[in-house]
C-alpha cells in the first residue's frame, strides 16, 4: 500500500473565495514532492466573515498559507508580525506559522519580477501604462517603482488608483500618474501591464484595452494566467508586442513562498525544470 498523506504531514493551504480553480495546488504539492518533504498543499474557500475563524483553526494545525482575494490587505490586521517587504507593498500573499505566530510575507512582487527575467527583459527605468489598482497591482507598483519605472495607472474606479498613487509617490526612485481616460494616453510606451479581471477565465471574449492602442507599447504584460493566452495577447501579439502572461509570476510566487515555508530552496535546474513541467501542463488542460 503506498499512503502518502498521514497523521504526520505537514499541511498548507490557500484561503480565499472564490478558490475552486486555483491551480496553486499543482504548483506547491510538485515543489514539495521535488524537495521530498511529506508535506500536503489543499484550498480552502474563505468567505470574508471566516477569515479569522478559519485562521485560528489552521494557526494549531497547518505549517502556513497563501492568501489571495479578497483577503490580501484585510489579513494584515490579524498577523503578528509583517514584514518589511509586504508593509511597503500592503498586501501579505505568504503567511508562516511559527511557534502559533502568524508571519506575513508577500511574494507576489518577486514572481511579478521573475516574469521579466524569464524573458529576458531589463524593466528598469521603463515607462509603464498599468490597468487596474487592485491587490496585483499594489505588488508591480511598488517593483517597478524601485526600478526607477515611470507608471501611469489606469483603473476602473479612479479613486482606488489616485489612493495608490498617493500611497507610493516619492518613496522610491519612480514615478506614479494617474489617467483616468484614453484621450490622455501618451504616444509611445515600453510596457502595457494588465493587473485587472478583465480576459480572465469564464470572461475570455473581453479585453481591457481597445486593439487600436497596442501599436503604442513594445511589451505586453498580462498577469492573467487562465487561459494561458488572453485576448489582450492575442492582439497584442498581431501587432508585434512582446507578450507575457500570467504563469511566470503564478509560478515564482510559489517557489519563493514555499522556501518561506520550508527554508530549503530547490537548486535552479530543478526549478527550471518544475518550470517547464507545470507550463506544459497548464498548456494542456
Ligand atoms: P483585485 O484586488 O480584486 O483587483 C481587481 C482589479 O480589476 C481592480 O482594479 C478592478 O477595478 C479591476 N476590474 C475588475 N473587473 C473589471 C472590469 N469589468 N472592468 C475593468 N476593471 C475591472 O484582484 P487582484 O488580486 O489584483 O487580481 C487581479 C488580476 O491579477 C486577476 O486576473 C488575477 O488572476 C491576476 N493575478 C495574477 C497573479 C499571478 O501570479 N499571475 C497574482 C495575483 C493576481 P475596480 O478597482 O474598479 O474594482
Not at 499512503?3 to 478558490?19: A, D, F, H, R
Not at 487592485?134 to 507598483?141: C, H, Q, S, T, W
Not at 492573467?224 to 485576448?231: G, L, R, V
Request: glycine share 6%; proline share 4%.
Amino acid at each position: 500500500m503506498d499512503i502518502s498523506l498521514t497523521s504526520k504531514t505537514k499541511l498548507y493551504t490557500l484561503l480565499g473565495c472564490p478558490v475552486e480553480h486555483s491551480i496553486s495546488p499543482v504548483i506547491q504539492n510538485s515543489i514539495f514532492a521535488a524537495k521530498g518533504l511529506a508535506s500536503a498543499y489543499i484550498v480552502l474557500n474563505t468567505p470574508p466573515d471566516k477569515l479569522l475563524h478559519t485562521m485560528t483553526v489552521l494557526k494549531e494545525n497547518f505549517g502556513g498559507f497563501n492568501i489571495t482575494l479578497p483577503h490580501k490587505q484585510t489579513i494584515m490586521e490579524y498577523l503578528d508580525v509583517v514584514d518589511a517587504n509586504a508593509r511597503l507593498c500592503g498586501a501579505v500573499n505568504t503567511v508562516r506559522i511559527d511557534h502559533g505566530k502568524l508571519l506575513g510575507f508577500n511574494t507576489d512582487g518577486y514572481g511579478f519580477m521573475q516574469a521579466f527575467s524569464c524573458h529576458q527583459i531589463d524593466i528598469a527605468h521603463k515607462r509603464i501604462l498599468l490597468l487596474g489598482a487592485g491587490g496585483a497591482a499594489r505588488a508591480a507598483i511598488c517593483q517597478l517603482l524601485q526600478q526607477g519605472c515611470q507608471v501611469t495607472i489606469m483603473n476602473r474606479t479612479w479613486e482606488k488608483a489616485k489612493r495608490l498613487e498617493q500611497e507610493f509617490a516619492g518613496k522610491f526612485s519612480g514615478s506614479v500618474t494617474v489617467i483616468s481616460s484614453w484621450r490622455e494616453l501618451q504616444n509611445r510606451y515600453d510596457c502595457l501591464i494588465n493587473t485587472t479581471l478583465v480576459g480572465m477565465y469564464p470572461h475570455t471574449d473581453k479585453s481591457p484595452i481597445d486593439p487600436q492602442y497596442l501599436n503604442r507599447f513594445d511589451i505586453v504584460y498580462d498577469l492573467i494566467y487562465n487561459p494561458d493566452e488572453t485576448k489582450l495577447l492575442q492582439e497584442a501579439k498581431r501587432c508585434d508586442c512582446t507578450t507575457m502572461n500570467g504563469f511566470p509570476m503564478l509560478f515564482y510566487q510559489a517557489v519563493e513562498a514555499n522556501r518561506i515555508w520550508t527554508d530549503q530552496s530547490l537548486p535552479g535546474p530543478a526549478v527550471r525544470n518544475l518550470y517547464e513541467k507545470l507550463a506544459h501542463y497548464l498548456q494542456k488542460r
